[in-house]
Nanobody
Framework: QVQLVESGGGLVQAGGSLRLSCVTS?????MAWFRQPPGREREFVAG????????DHADSVKGRFTISRDNSKNTVYLQMTSLKSEDTAVYYC??????????????????WGQGTPVTVSS
């Protein structure tokens, strides 16, 4: 059974930075970050293939957020810079336990973390 534990969320001023971490246990192929802003649906943020390092970032965060991994630590990171108030959300780590495709649909991920809240004050 794969378990995911996120950390690193918090309160930050607009223009600031945060780094989220997701520690995994068990075999996974692709990891991703999703977020759910208040009153809105969950949305894809970024994904990474653990074998190739290939990444995909949503247009809304491209150039500001970067997903990366450290396979030796079983950890995936989301470096967030130039944060905006619209980045306020609960951020979730997700994992696929089969194949290496990076998908933007949440239904393609079998495992989820508990979420970590990020609040950006303007």
């Amino acid at each position: 059974q794969v378990q995911l534990v996120e950390s690193g969320g918090g309160l930050v001023q607009a223009g600031g930075s945060l780094r989220l971490s997701c520690v995994t246990s068990g075999r996974t192929y692709v990891m991703a970050w999703f977020r759910q802003p208040p009153g809105r649906e969950r949305e894809f943020v970024a994904g990474i293939s653990l074998s190739s390092g290939a990444t995909d970032h949503a247009d809304s965060v491209k150039g500001r957020f970067t997903i990366s991994r450290d396979n030796s630590k079983n950890t995936v990171y989301l470096q967030m810079t130039s944060l905006k108030s619209e980045d306020t959300a609960v951020y979730y780590c997700a994992a696929r336990a089969s194949t290496n495709g990076i998908y933007r649909q949440g239904t393609m991920y079998q495992y989820w973390g508990q979420g970590t809240p990020v609040t950006v004050s303007s």
